[in-house]
T-cell receptor, first 114, second 113 residues
Framework: DGGITQSPKYLFRKEGQNVTLSCEQNLNHDAMYWYRQDPGQGLRLIYYSQIVNDFQKGDIAEGYSVSREKKESFPLTVTSAQKNPTAFYLC?????????????FGDGTRLSIL | GNSVTQMEGPVTLSEEAFLTINCTYTATGYPSLFWYVQYPGEGLQLLLKATKADDKGSNKGFEATYRKETTSFHLEKGSVQVSDSAVYFCALKAGDSNYQLIWGAGTKLIIKP
């Protein structure tokens, strides 16, 4: 079955450390997205990518970085510049960015600070 | 700008009760509207969608009708079950946006047996 796989499910970061969250999809989707979800709140867009080798900042990109070297993969790095990284991170993809295509989500990665 | 407003939760109901979760929006152009559901510790799943005025999306007993005159997309279910306990998100994709979903804050639903 096609879907989106996020790993790891739980991740712990030490002070001053960069960590990378994995997101892989086998849906052949062009567009991929990273969201941050804080307790009791909605989703905020960190970065998105419409095609390979291209990505754009979302609303809260500071302290994060991404790459899109392959269509299937869109890893997110939480850098030491992100001072409040504790959150639930969700990766999503869609068939294309225009039109009415819904976004499909992975099961998320919960990041905590040690 | 574009925005989505959902009723605040938590909403607590008894099993078999009627459910309404309100969602209103502000958007330019002709948006598409979505309801997503998030079960504890999981990602979001698309529940239903509507792409034009008067469309009714439905799935798993849930329904929502795209009302352009009231800019609303309220989620309803005639008889809820304990397994419906989750957080429900309303979202829109504006006609002038080629990528971004605008999200409501989510409404937590608790169903008691």
């Amino acid at each position: 079955d096609g879907g989106i796989t996020q790993s790891p499910k739980y991740l712990f970061r030490k002070e001053g450390q960069n960590v990378t969250l994995s997101c892989e999809q086998n849906l052949n989707h062009d567009a991929m997205y990273w969201y941050r979800q804080d307790p009791g709140q909605g989703l905020r867009l960190i970065y998105y990518s419409q095609i390979v080798n291209d990505f754009q900042k979302g609303d809260i990109a500071e302290g994060y970085s991404v790459s899109r070297e392959k269509k299937e993969s869109f890893p997110l790095t939480v850098t030491s510049a992100q001072k409040n990284p504790t959150a639930f991170y969700l990766c999503a993809s869609s068939a294309r960015t225009g039109g009415n295509q819904p976004q499909h989500f992975g099961d998320g990665t919960r990041l905590s600070i040690l | 700008g574009n925005s989505v407003t959902q009723m605040e939760g938590p909403v607590t109901l008894s099993e078999e009760a009627f459910l309404t979760i309100n969602c209103t929006y502000t958007a330019t152009g002709y948006p598409s509207l979505f309801w997503y559901v998030q079960y504890p510790g999981e990602g979001l799943q698309l529940l239903l969608k509507a792409t034009k005025a008067d469309d009714k999306g439905s799935n798993k007993g849930f329904e929502a009708t795209y009302r352009k005159e009231t800019t609303s997309f309220h989620l309803e279910k005639g008889s809820v079950q304990v397994s419906d306990s989750a957080v429900y998100f309303c979202a829109l994709k504006a006609g002038d946006s080629n990528y971004q979903l605008i999200w409501g804050a989510g409404t937590k639903l608790i169903i008691k047996p």
